[in-house]
């Protein structure tokens, strides 16, 4: 499939977040964030205590989608080459010689569970991989295949033997989502669906074929030229020195990099198709800005004794930025 309509990318879409609903209750912003991410071909960061269904909403997107998956489980011993893959030795016709065995990296859409538990080196590891989509092993290069998704779950209330992100891979990923509590009707229902005889199974939907030219098409939606100011206004606005917004100046130590501007933008494009339009509002923009721009602004002490989290700074921040330039 090489080119697909507007109507087309949105039936797409539904069909996608509809087989996902089978089994994961609610979490509708969740989904459409995640779905988001992968249409843009970045990566998502999902953070949410226990329980909470991350790891689960990643399988079940793997069964949604006909592509090849991979689950890797960070732990701290987990080591690079069980990433990456490294060269093991092999006799053929009564010669030695060395061969690329292929670790868990090379798949489509994988699965980077409690990404926040392997040590730093290990982290390392997929930095490449998320940013050129290769991996260099003993001075060669392999390419990995198309599409390519890390989607890495942490866990934010754990924190003795987990070795937080540092700011540098925080940036490689287009989207932070954060998985919240369900509701008690939400609740309820997931009690009926994972207690009872019935086993939902949602069916494949869409390939990576598919993918590709959904990415092809949001990539030629039209953004005009007052919105795209308004995401450059926004992203120079989380810089302390240079915002409008009294929060950032007082909560903020360093505000996002180019790569959040590059989010909204693709995230603003696919918004607004998913909505049926071929073009891109400012609300589109707004829609994306949270997740696009939660990990890129670090806060400072000030920000985490006063209990003020990024998502509260980033909402004065867009209303204090003028839509009209």
């Given at each position: 499939?090489?080119?697909?309509?507007?109507?087309?990318?949105?039936?797409?879409?539904?069909?996608?977040?509809?087989?996902?609903?089978?089994?994961?209750?609610?979490?509708?912003?969740?989904?459409?964030?995640?779905?988001?991410?992968?249409?843009?071909?970045?990566?998502?960061?999902?953070?949410?205590?226990?329980?909470?269904?991350?790891?689960?909403?990643?399988?079940?997107?793997?069964?949604?989608?006909?592509?090849?998956?991979?689950?890797?489980?960070?732990?701290?011993?987990?080591?690079?080459?069980?990433?990456?893959?490294?060269?093991?030795?092999?006799?053929?016709?009564?010669?030695?010689?060395?061969?690329?065995?292929?670790?868990?990296?090379?798949a489509n859409l994988i699965l980077?569970?409690?990404?926040?538990?392997?040590?730093?080196?290990?982290?390392?590891?997929?930095?490449?991989?998320?940013?050129?989509?290769?991996?260099?092993?003993?001075?060669?290069?392999?390419?990995?295949?198309?599409?390519?998704?890390?989607?890495?779950?942490?866990?934010?209330?754990?924190?003795?033997?987990?070795?937080?992100?540092?700011?540098?891979?925080?940036?490689?990923?287009?989207?932070?989502?954060?998985?919240?509590?369900?509701?008690?009707?939400?609740?309820?229902?997931?009690?009926?669906?994972?207690?009872?005889?019935?086993n939902p199974n949602p069916k494949?939907?869409?390939?990576?074929?598919?993918?590709?030219?959904?990415?092809?098409?949001?990539?030629?939606?039209?953004?005009?030229?007052?919105?795209?100011?308004?995401?450059?206004?926004?992203?120079?606005?989380?810089?302390?020195?240079?915002?409008?917004?009294?929060?950032?100046?007082?909560?903020?130590?360093?505000?996002?990099?180019?790569?959040?501007?590059?989010?909204?933008?693709?995230?603003?494009?696919?918004?607004?198709?998913?909505?049926?339009?071929?073009?891109?509002?400012?609300?589109?923009?707004?829609?994306?800005?949270?997740?696009?721009?939660?990990?890129?602004?670090?806060?400072?002490?000030?920000?985490?004794?006063?209990?003020?989290?990024?998502?509260?700074?980033?909402?004065?921040?867009?209303?204090?930025?003028?839509?009209?330039?």
């Amino acid at each position: 499939m090489s080119e697909i309509t507007v109507s087309e990318f949105r039936q797409a879409a539904d069909e996608i977040e509809q087989q996902i609903g089978k089994v994961i209750v609610g979490q509708e912003n969740v989904i459409r964030t995640v779905l988001t991410a992968i249409i843009a071909g970045g990566h998502a960061l999902l953070e949410g205590v226990p329980g909470l269904g991350k790891t689960m909403l990643i399988r079940t997107i793997s069964e949604v989608l006909d592509m090849e998956f991979s689950r890797i489980q960070f732990t701290p011993d987990l080591m690079p080459a069980d990433i990456t893959g490294t060269d093991v030795m092999e006799e053929v016709d009564g010669q030695r010689r060395f061969r690329f065995q292929q670790g868990p990296i090379f798949a489509n859409l994988i699965l980077a569970d409690e990404v926040n538990r392997a040590t730093p080196k290990t982290q390392s590891a997929m930095l490449e991989a998320m940013q050129e989509k290769t991996v260099t092993v003993a001075n060669d290069t392999y390419e990995l295949p198309k599409p390519f998704f890390v989607l890495a779950t942490q866990n934010p209330l754990e924190m003795e033997g987990t070795y937080p992100l540092p700011e540098a891979q925080l940036d490689r990923f287009l989207f932070k989502v954060d998985v919240t509590f369900p509701s008690a009707a939400e609740l309820s229902e997931i009690l009926n669906r994972t207690t009872g005889e019935e086993n939902p199974n949602p069916k494949k939907v869409a390939n990576g074929a598919k993918i590709i030219a959904m990415q092809n098409l949001a990539r030629t939606v039209p953004v005009p030229s007052n919105v795209t100011d308004f995401v450059s206004r926004l992203i120079v606005g989380t810089h302390p020195d240079q915002s409008p917004s009294d929060m950032i100046k007082q909560y903020v130590r360093y505000g996002s990099s180019p790569r959040g501007a590059q989010a909204i933008m693709l995230g603003a494009r696919i918004t607004a198709l998913l909505a049926g339009r071929y073009n891109v509002s400012y609300d589109d923009v707004v829609a994306v800005a949270s997740p696009a721009l939660r990990h890129r602004i670090i806060l400072n002490f000030e920000a985490q004794a006063a209990n003020i989290s990024a998502d509260q700074i980033l909402a004065d921040l867009v209303s204090a930025i003028p839509r009209d330039g």
